[in-house]
């Protein structure tokens, strides 16, 4: 399969689409144009039946460091139709499993997004953060849904409220990964059961997939819409634009002025 996107890069083999998020200068920051590109593979290896099972990563030894701010601030990201959001939805809805091989940092969306794959090994290397309240911003991505039902409200409220990083083994005992892993290894591992979930019956497998979704699939698409809502709001905020700036300026944010 050929990716739209020169920083998207795709290979089909033995029925394993593996996508790879290749953009290590800016350590694979996503742009609109990757996000498109990843929500039309995605819509496509959906309906292809020579793609049984997807392996997501990241190119020299990151997963990503989450949205480009450059392009969220050119005001890009708006609405259902933006790239950003049918990203999520394709992710979100896609019949098959989906396997994540996880290097190095997994910022924001890095992290959020494997709450939708189905199986997630992380290199020991890994370092995992949620800064959006860090960045005026709030949850997405459903993670405000699911996060306290993986790991309790306690738990997702320290990472969410504080954007506190934590690294791969702390990403398997919070129930985000399903191991740590030598860095080498992590994507031997995704690319490994891929290929055997790809042997399986196919209908069982994505029933399988259906099922375990269960009641939450609905709650957890509302959520994902409401949060989207509020996200688009607070990047007009004066509080991300302070943050935004202080960013680029590479100074801590002053949010002193704001009640």
């Known amino acids: 399969m050929q990716s739209p996107c020169a920083e998207i890069r795709a290979q089909l083999a033995e029925r394993v ?12 920051a996503l742009t609109m144009a990757m996000y498109s590109a ?6 496509s290896a959906a309906d292809n039946a020579e793609v049984r099972a997807v ?3 990241g190119a ?9 701010l450059t392009d969220f601030l050119g005001g890009s990201a708006q ?7 049918r990203f999520m939805q394709a992710l979100y809805s896609f019949p098959k499993p989906v396997i994540a091989a996880v290097n190095g940092p997994a910022v924001g969306i890095g992290t959020t997004m494997l709450l939708h794959c189905d ?4 290199g020991d290397d890994a370092l ?10 709030c949850p997405e991505y459903a993670s405000s849904f699911f996060l306290p039902r993986i790991m309790g409200h306690a738990r997702a409220s320290e990472l969410l409220l504080l954007g506190k990083k934590f690294d791969a083994r702390e990403a398997v005992e919070l129930g985000i990964c399903n191991a740590a892993l030598p860095a080498a290894d992590a994507l031997a591992r995704a690319r490994e059961v891929a290929a055997e979930l790809a042997t399986r019956a196919p209908e069982a497998v994505r029933l399988s997939k259906r099922l375990l979704r269960g009641a939450t699939h609905e709650r957890g698409l509302e959520c994902i819409r409401e949060e989207a809502g509020h996200f688009l709001e607070r990047l007009g905020s004066e509080e991300f634009r302070e943050a ?9 944010a002053d949010f002193s002025r704001f009640e």
Do not use: Y
Request: net charge negative; proline share 7%; no cysteine.
């Open 17 to 28: 689409l593996e996508i790879t998020i290749d953009r290590p200068g800016r350590k694979n």
């Open 38 to 43: 990843m929500a039309d593979l995605l819509n």
């Open 55 to 57: 392996v997501i990563t």
């Open 60 to 68: 020299e030894g990151v997963f990503t460091s989450g949205n480009d």
């Open 79 to 85: 609405g259902e139709d933006s790239p950003v959001f």
């Open 119 to 122: 199986m997630a090994f992380a």
């Open 128 to 137: 995992f953060q949620m800064p959006f309240v860090n960045l005026g911003l």
């Open 244 to 252: 935004a700036t202080a960013f680029m300026e590479k100074r801590p």
